[in-house]
């Protein structure tokens, strides 16, 4: 602050800084004031010394009343020459904001004590040069006058610290904003930062992620978890984790990212974590197509002999451990190369194209059907309980292969010579097997092309037995030779007895009885079921009369239906022509369906229930439980009974499992207002199961076995 001039009057200087009077004067307060003259002193010694200016300004003149040292150094000026000079014309910044900022608090803040603080950074120019200045104010009053209190700190250092710091800054976000790869920052695996092709990369608008959960970046909570758990788990042990996994984009669309992370603290890495993520979808694409190639066929993209192999190895071990057996074809279009010369190579591939559809439509899930190249196709069976069940599914593999195809415009009909090779009796390798199957096939080809060979003689003379059969179905018709069986149906709580199947066998006059297993599918291939069938309805029918006639009204007879008589036959007209010729009542014949019959065709079989409901025909589903696993058709087609599939019935007593589906399908079928019945019941004890479970009907040996009609007929007399 000035120095008091030496001139000046004691009186004048002690009554200007003590305040005191020449009465308070007088009372010895010169000690003290001798403390206060050395105190103020001291001050502004210590004021000068310091490199901030202060200055204090009068209000609201605007003038400077005092200043230190820095600041007459900072203008370079002496410090007297400032006093009494206006604020604005140092050059300090905004100094005509500064001053009006501090007018408007002389009034009633100042009087409230309530005085705030300001702080403005404000470049000064000097010399040539400039320094920039953290200008702090705020206002005082003294002696009831109001003053404003200016300190400016030197800040340049730390200005041109911090813009070069923003500088660095400024060029690291540039970097990571134009980086090909999303970068982010995560902590207690919430998102505190990301770059721009990090949200590009997920589809989010810049600053979307900020602030979320990691758990919106993949498709499920278990992805979430357990990749989590892995990551972390790697980074707790100081290493970097990398992985590749299928992520989620905002509009919840899926895409292949490469992902990398790594711990800011190993011994935290919940507390900070970096990760780097790369789209690479296309990547992923390219190498599934790569390794799909490796293992399939380019034209038709079926398994190629490596992966059958490899499948077959599996089967191998599996048919193994549970007894079951399976079996490899070589499946060989005949005279290919004719159809190839004609209409060239693209009409010889479209072909091949259209026949690998056929053959898998034939196939189950379990199966496996390769190209080997050329016109030479390998399918791989498995999990077959007997051989002989493969007969059936070759004869409809044929068929279909013969059906004409359409390829270019022109009509195109082709057949397959197959040649089969079983597990284990024919080997137990892919290449042992597939040579003997090689060698049956060409043994087919052998025999006029259009066939099949077992490997196996003895499986080569059960083919020969299926195509006697098949031949002598025909006469079987001709000669009268089928005759039909009856098993007796009951009704559990009564006891009653309710009507009977009719079961069909074949009295061959070489082979003896022959059981339908046998038969029908062969008869079911031939398409020989449709004739079959009528004659079975018109025995049925006329048998159930004969009951009638004996006082016996009540009986209803129960008659299977073949999946080939909806295809192929007129069924509404078959069956209305048995009622019509025997005069039976339709509400005593019972038809069994399959539930392959209710899935096949659909809309056209349910015109065809609908109509024999509308005859008044009771309707059962057959075998229920071993089908499909979707019941959406019981609400479509109106059946009245479900038979429950011996499989289930006969070990009831030992297989929980068993009981619990049994079980199942009485309190669905109560529950949509359906009858069941239970085929297969040996003993007392299944029965009583049964009655236990409220099922309503029965059939099996306990009850009675199937018999001639007129062992029948003898048996109902009996239990009257």
Known sequence: MAKPSDTEDWDERKD??????????????????RENLDRLERFRTLLDRTTDCVVLVALPEGTISDANAALGILVGEPTDALIGRPFVSLGLGDAADVLETLRRETGDKAESGDIPAHSDVTEFHRDGGSIWLDLSYRLAVLDGRNYGVIVGRDVTERKLAQEMADA?????????????????????????????????????????????????????????????????????????????????????????????????????????????????????????RAEFLSYHDALTGLPNQSLLKDRLQQAVAFSHSTGTKLALMVIDLDRFKTINDFLGHNAGDRLLVEVAGRLSRHMRSTDTLSRQGGDEFN?????????????????????????????????LTVSASVGIAIYPEDGVDFETLLKKADMAMYQAKDAGRNAYRFFNQEMNEDAVEQITMHAGLWRALEAGQFVLYFQPLFEIPSGRLIGAEALIRWNHPDLG????????????????????????????????????????????????????????????????????????????????????????????????????????????????????????YLKRFE??????????????????????????????????????????????????VLRGYGCDEVQGFHCGRPMPADAFMEFIAGRR
């Open 16 to 33: 200007r800084i003590i305040g005191l009077g020449e009465r308070s004067f007088r009372k010895s307060y010169y000690p003290q004031l």
């Open 168 to 288: 660095l800054l400024a060029e690291k976000e540039a970097l990571l904003d134009n980086a090909l790869v999303g970068i982010a920052m995560a902590r207690q695996r919430k998102i505190v930062s990301c770059n721009r092709r990090f949200e590009e990369i997920f589809g989010y608008p810049p600053g979307g992620l900020i602030g979320k959960s990691s758990r919106v970046l993949y498709a499920s909570d278990e992805d979430f978890k357990a990749l989590g758990a892995e990551a972390y788990a790697c980074m707790n042990l100081g290493r970097n984790y990398s992985a590749t996994h299928l992520m989620a984009r905002a509009d919840g669309s899926t895409f292949w990212g490469e992902l990398a992370g790594r711990s800011i603290d190993p011994a935290r890495p919940d507390e900070g974590s970096i990760w780097i993520f790369s789209d690479i979808t296309e990547r992923k694409q390219a190498e599934d």
């Open 379 to 411: 399918l791989l069976l498995t999990n077959l309980a007997e051989p002989d069940a493969i007969v059936t599914f070759l004869g409809e593999l044929m068929e279909g292969v013969q059906e004409p195809f359409r390829v270019e415009g022109q009509e």
């Open 513 to 632: 009885l022959v059981s339908p297993g046998r038969f029908i599918p062969v008869a079911e291939e031939s398409g020989l079921i449709v004739q079959i069938g009528d004659w079975v309805l018109q025995e049925a029918c006329r048998e159930a009369m004969k009951w009638r006639g004996a006082g016996h009204p009540e009986l209803v007879v129960a008659v299977n239906l073949s999946a080939v008589q909806f295809k192929r036959g007129d069924i509404e007209q078959s069956i209305a022509r048995a009622l019509e010729e025997t005069g039976l009542d339709p509400e005593h014949l019972e038809l069994e369906l399959t539930e392959s019959i209710l899935i096949r065709d659909s809309e056209n079989v349910l015109s065809s229930v609908k109509q024999l409901k509308h005859m008044g025909i009771k309707l059962s589903i057959d075998d229920f439980g071993t089908g499909y696993s979707s019941l959406s």
């Open 639 to 688: 059946v009245d009974k479900l038979k429950i599939d011996q499989t289930f019935v006969r070990d009831l007593m030992d297989n929980t499992e068993d009981a619990a589906i049994v079980r199942a399908i009485v309190q669905m079928a109560h529950s949509l207002g359906l009858r069941t019945i239970a085929e297969g019941v040996e003993s007392q004890r299944v029965l009583d």
